[in-house]
Nanobody, 118 residues
Framework: QVRLVESGGGLVQTGGSLRLSCAASGNIFSINVMGWYRQAPGKQRELVADITADGSTNYLDSVKGRFTISRDNAKKTVYLQMNSLKPEDTAVYYC????????????WGQGTQVTVSS
C-alpha cells in the first residue's frame, strides 16, 4: 500500500516562511511528476508547482519567485519552500505523485493546512 505523508504546514505571519515535505512509502516506483496543489475554502483545487523526474519545474504565476519546489528521488520526497507568504496563500496544501507503474497511477497526500495571518 502506498502512502504519502505530508508535514510542515502551520500558522505563520505575512512575510514568513514554511517548508512542506511529502514522503512516499510503500510499493511505489517510476515516479514521474511530483507536485503540490492547494485548495482554499470555497475555491477549486489549483496547481501550485510541480517537478518532473528530470527536474523541470512549473509554477503558478502568483507564487513565482516566492516558492521553490524540489525533490529527492532516493527518498521519494518532494518539498515546497514557501517564502514571503501572503494571506492569499492560506489553503490546504496537497501533494500529488504521478507514477508510471501499472500503466500510470496518481497518489494524493492527506493535505496539510497553511494559514498566513495578516
Amino acid at each position: 500500500q502506498v502512502r504519502l505523508v505530508e508535514s510542515g504546514g502551520g500558522l505563520v505571519q505575512t512575510g514568513g516562511s514554511l517548508r512542506l515535505s511529502c514522503a512516499a512509502s510503500g510499493n511505489i516506483f517510476s515516479i514521474n511528476v511530483m507536485g503540490w496543489y492547494r485548495q482554499a475554502p470555497g475555491k477549486q483545487r489549483e496547481l501550485v508547482a510541480d517537478i518532473t523526474a528530470d527536474g523541470s519545474t512549473n509554477y503558478l504565476d502568483s507564487v513565482k519567485g516566492r516558492f521553490t519546489i524540489s525533490r529527492d528521488n532516493a527518498k521519494k520526497t518532494v518539498y515546497l519552500q514557501m517564502n514571503s507568504l501572503k494571506p492569499e496563500d492560506t489553503a490546504v496544501y496537497y501533494c500529488r505523485l504521478d507514477a508510471l507503474m501499472r500503466g500510470g497511477v496518481i497518489y494524493w497526500g492527506q493535505g496539510t493546512q497553511v494559514t498566513v495571518s495578516s
